[in-house]
Nanobody
Framework: EVQLQASGGGSVQAGGSLRLSCSASGFTFDDYTIGWFRQAPGKEREGLAYISNTDGSTKYAASVKGRFTISSDNAKNTVYLQMNNLRPEDTAVYYC?????????WGQGTQVTVSS
């Protein structure tokens, strides 16, 4: 059974930090690109950061570049999203996503709330 388990969300004040974790099982983790997305109320789901487990390359959305860092521990089948200098507009439900070609999986979300 494929599982993507996101955790680490919470409530912080603006300027604070959180680290999200995405633990994967049930598929060949090393073959997939893992991404973090978020969705705020009334807004579309937004792709934030991606890491290829085949070559380690990363990609970031402009809205988080320089503040968020994605990393992968292939031995633990876990991808992290370090979020620094959080802003109220970062408040959303955060999801992890695994993709290889046309095959993809979503995890359940974890809530991040940033207060001013």
């Amino acid at each position: 059974e494929v599982q993507l388990q996101a955790s680490g969300g919470g409530s912080v004040q603006a300027g604070g930090s959180l680290r999200l974790s995405c633990s994967a099982s049930g598929f060949t983790f090393d073959d997939y690109t893992i991404g973090w997305f978020r969705q705020a109320p009334g807004k579309e789901r937004e792709g934030l950061a991606y890491i290829s487990n085949t070559d380690g390359s990363t990609k970031y959305a402009a809205s988080v570049k320089g503040r968020f860092t994605i990393s992968s521990d292939n031995a633990k089948n876990t991808v992290y999203l370090q979020m620094n200098n959080l802003r109220p507009e970062d408040t959303a439900v955060y999801y992890c996503h695994a993709q290889r070609g046309n095959l993809y999986f979503w995890g359940q979300g974890t809530q991040v709330t940033v207060s001013s």
